[in-house]
């Protein structure tokens, strides 16, 4: 029997599955999705298939017996070289145990992909994807939710990317507004306006002070905005250098970070303003506007307020100026025009789900981008241990470059405690890997949308779903290659034999890999990888202490299990490194 060459698992299931459905109750049958699921526990075998179920009322037969059906079928296609046993459970599961064999053929085959991607397919066609993320803003106050942003983006776009799609990322930075008016104002008045600038978050405070308790200040910071709008030299100069500041101060964030934003990603918001004018003549020339209380606005269909009433979208002021809905429209137009995005994924916090459902509806009822899937991508807030929004001690708004410094230091300790002896450049470098893993993967690892509880302990913990326990894995299987003297690199042909329990619960998980990155691609939640991740080290760690590798029984088990070993480290590498998060040889 000619399997195929890509392992996945899944596939190969349901195509067996309906198969057997069509032979026991007729080819008509024979694109019924089979529900195959992995087992949640190993007792009901390695997966399951549910569709007895909901097939008995469309055959007219009692669910046990349309299982018994299928099961025949499935034997009668001497199917044994994949099925150890089938069962039949409950009301009508069907329980899937596979070989061992069929394990081992199919790991082997992941082991030995050509292109080294274990088993992961390219997309076909590759499409070109816009991935909006990060957009912090320059003259307000950076927040931790464009933490959030910076890093679910960043690991949307690698998996994506590492589909062989076409990935755009675009920095949308919030570098237009009236709130520079305050700031630009200030910085003359101070006399700053050449002085070296920093993150500009102590200036922003500081201007917000003023804006809030001087009138004076506040009325020559509104002026200073029409004179930015209007082009006055200066004022767009000191602009100019604002936006220069900030977006070297973000760069250095990001290269902190590992995070694969570069200058060239920047598309802020000013570069959209002669862009708004042309938007506001498509939607005039197909009919859209209208005027509400002197403002311009939009009313796609289905959005309603508070009130009960139909809820309007504004996209010009009475006074004339545009807003950020505005330049979301121009940007659609042009990521769909000009760039060529098939798919546009926005990656913001949830109060802003209505904006981006009212801008995508809008852009649809402009006829830009028929076929085109724009996607926004909620989360949650970052919260503090005592469950309020997280702050400093001193409750102002937490620094990106401390918390970097912090999780840093604290890895550093960390990593002093397990292992004194490491020379200090070493630890270095292992802090920066470990501190900025963990601070990555405890946003990732949990369901976006909810809130998470910023944790340092839990999230540098060396037990549980983080990222050092994950790390901490890949290191055990370096720690044994160097004990036993072996280049993981010189295994290629070695040969996997799956025959113990734990083999088999390790190799399940391994062959799962394509489908979780497709479905993390798929749903854009990169928690589903973590989860994955986790299990795989779990297993891992149960493999190594019932199967002994450098000490195995013969040297056919010892060069498979390292084999497998460099399997499960190849993955972890593939995995976290799709996070964003290095992985180490040592710690
Ligand atoms: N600058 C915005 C903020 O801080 C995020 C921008 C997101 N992207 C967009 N195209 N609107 O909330």
């Known amino acids: 029997m000619v399997l195929p060459i890509m392992p996945d698992l899944q596939q190969i ?6 198969t057997a459905v069509a032979a026991a109750f007729g080819d008509a049958y024979a694109k019924v999705d089979p529900l195959v699921r992995l087992s949640a526990q190993a007792q009901f075998g390695d997966y399951q298939a549910n569709l007895a ?86 003259a307000k106050e950076m927040h931790v939710g464009h933490l959030r942003s910076t890093i679910i983006g960043d690991s949307i776009a690698r998996v994506l990317e590492y589909q062989g ?60 905005v029409v004179s930015l709008q209007g082009g006055d030299e200066e004022t767009l100069s000191v602009w100019r250098r604002l936006v220069e500041a900030s977006a070297t101060y973000f760069q250095r964030v990001y290269n902190r970070l590992g995070v694969l934003l570069e200058p060239t ?96 509806a809008v852009l649809k009822m402009m006829g830009v981008g028929e076929g085109v899937k724009f996607e926004h991508v909620p989360f949650g807030s970052v ?59 405890a946003d990732l690892s949990s369901d976006r949308i909810k809130d998470y509880i910023f944790d340092w302990d839990r999230m540098l913990a060396f037990d549980g779903n983080t990222a050092p326990y994950i790390q901490n894995a890949f290191v055990r299987v370096h720690g044994i290659f160097r004990k036993g003297n072996v280049d993981p690199a010189s295994l290629g042909d070695k040969t996997i034999v799956i025959a113990e329990p734990a083999e088999h619960a390790l190799a399940l998980k391994l062959l799962q890999l394509p489908s979780v990155i497709e479905s993390v691609a798929q749903s854009l939640e990169p928690h589903r990888m973590c989860t994955y991740l986790y299990e795989t080290a779990a297993a891992y760690h149960k493999f190594f202490e019932t199967c002994p590798v450098l000490t195995a029984p013969n040297d056919a088990t010892r060069w498979s299990r390292l084999r497998l070993s460099a399997v499960t480290a190849a993955t972890f590498k593939l995995g976290l490194g799709l996070l964003g998060i290095e992985t180490i040889e040592r710690m």
């Open 265 to 360: 990603d920047i598309r802020g918001e000013s570069f959209y303003n002669d862009r708004l004018a042309p938007v506001m003549e498509s939607l005039q020339k197909a009919g859209l506007l209208s005027e509400s209380e002197g403002a311009t606005v939009v009313t796609p269909p289905g959005f309603m307020g508070k009130d009960g009433e139909p809820l309007p979208m504004i996209v010009r002021k009475s006074d004339g100026g545009f807003l950020y809905a505005t330049t979301d429209l121009a940007g659609g137009t042009f990521r769909v025009k000009e760039l060529g995005a098939s798919r546009v994924i926005y990656v913001t916090g949830a109060p802003q789900a209505q904006h981006f459902a009212m801008v995508f």
């Open 383 to 441: 919260l503090g241990p005592d469950g309020k929004v997280f702050k400093t001690r001193e409750g102002n708004t937490v620094r990106l470059e401390d918390l970097i410094q912090e999780a840093e230091e604290r890895a550093a300790k960390v990593i002093a405690e397990k292992n004194p002896d490491l020379p200090a450049e070493e630890r270095t470098k292992i802090a920066h890997a470990v501190g900025i893993g963990a601070l990555k993967y």
């Open 165 to 224: 799609h076409k990935v755009i990322r675009q920095n949308h930075l919030g570098d237009w507004g009236t709130q520079f008016g305050m700031l630009i104002e200030h910085l003359i008045e101070k006399g700053l306006k050449d002085a070296e600038l920093g993150d500009l978050t102590s200036l922003y405070q500081e201007a917000k002070r003023r804006f809030d308790a001087e009138p004076d200040f506040s009325r020559r910071a509104r002026k200073r």
């Open 53 to 138: 179920m909901s097939l008995s009322k469309q055959v007219n037969a009692k669910p046990r017996d349309v299982a018994g059906k299928i099961v025949e079928a499935l034997s009668l296609h001497g199917d044994d070289d994949i099925f150890a046993k089938i069962e039949i459970a409950g009301p009508g599961f069907i329980n899937l145990h596979l070989t061992d064999a069929f394990l081992s053929q199919q790991l082997n085959a992941m082991a030995s992909d050509a292109e080294g991607r274990l088993g992961v397919p390219k997309a076909s066609p590759p499409l070109t994807v816009v991935v909006d993320y990060s957009s912090p803003n320059v």
């Open 13 to 18: 299931l349901i195509a067996r599955l309906q």
